[in-house]
């Protein structure tokens, strides 16, 4: 039997001590995982100090392999460094999945706290309007509004965000609904509490922790769609750096120059592995609370 003593984190088991701290040893590794967003955050502003060359501009002779000549990356089919090309490519992946979230987020959100608050006719047309959106698919969607608008950053960001919120509206809906019929809620109102005070004050809270992550476990997800329709061609046009369409300009030298079009897949796929692993920390990290 384990007899626990004063001194914290330390248990007595048989006759000898052993360090036994299963929750905070937990709360750290959530901590350090959800930190690696502010990490990654930091990293993508800094990209233009961190970046050893312009992305844009040849500096040496092409298809120059990884390490040799100090390009760590290597070369690609022109001379541009392959690693301020991933860098930058990774900055405008990681700040436009933040953005999409972000506006989904406040979209959906206020679209699904009206609902929620107010119920009847209003709850009944707003929902109604989510679930068009919900019943289309979501990437055929995005890629019919880019081709509309026309290839660009913007519009993709645009498309993106249009097929995101109805996600968050159903959730927040859902969580408003139900702490509406909550007793503290129903106090309230009887109390006179005029319904914009009761939205945000009793019930808009309630629902922020898993809308948050929510959000948090979307932004992988959010990496690899962008990612996917920069792929397609529907992103920034050429010579800009992002990591989907670098894969997909340079497949041609897949066989024989692979680092090319290898090194921004990689760049995807470490910051939807970030995203992930920061959304399932944040995720723990409410649940323990």
């Not at 068009?132 to 290839?151: C, D, K, M």
Request: aromatic share 6%; charged share 10%; hydrophobic share 55%.
């Amino acid at each position: 039997m384990a007899i626990a003593v004063s001194v914290p984190g330390l248990v007595r088991d048989s006759g000898r001590w052993r360090l036994a701290l299963p929750q905070s040893r937990s709360m750290i590794v959530n901590w350090t995982g959800f930190s690696l967003v502010i990490v990654v955050t930091l990293i993508a502003v800094a990209v233009p100090l961190l970046a050893p060359h312009d992305p844009l501009t040849p500096v040496s002779m092409p298809l120059q392999a990884p390490g040799k000549n100090g390009f760590l990356l290597g070369t690609d089919s022109v001379g541009r460094d392959i690693l301020s090309r991933v860098l930058y490519g990774a900055r405008s992946s990681w700040f436009a999945a933040l953005a999409v979230v972000a506006l989904g987020l406040l979209i959906g959100g206020l679209v699904g706290l009206i609902a929620g608050a107010t119920g009847g006719w209003v709850d009944a047309t707003l929902m109604r309007i989510t679930d068009g959106f919900l019943s289309l698919p979501a990437p055929v969607l995005a890629i019919a509004v880019v081709a509309a608008l026309g290839p660009g950053f913007l519009h993709t960001l645009i498309a993106v965000s249009i097929v995101w919120w109805p996600f968050y509206a159903r959730l927040v809906r859902g969580e408003v609904a139900r702490l509406a019929a909550r007793p503290h809620v129903e106090a309230a109102k009887l109390a006179g509490v005029s319904p914009f005070r009761l939205a945000v004050r009793h019930l808009l809270p309630g629902a922020v922790p898993n809308a948050l992550v929510a959000a948090s476990l979307d932004v992988g997800t959010l990496i690899l769609t962008l990612a996917a329709l920069s792929f397609l061609g529907l992103g920034q046009a050429a010579p800009a750096p992002e990591l989907g369409a670098d894969s997909a300009r340079n497949l041609s030298y897949f066989l024989q120059q692979w680092w090319i079009p290898v090194m921004p897949g990689l760049g995807v796929l470490v910051l939807a592995l970030i995203a992930n692993v920061a959304g399932d920390c944040l995720r723990n990290l409410m649940k323990n609370n």
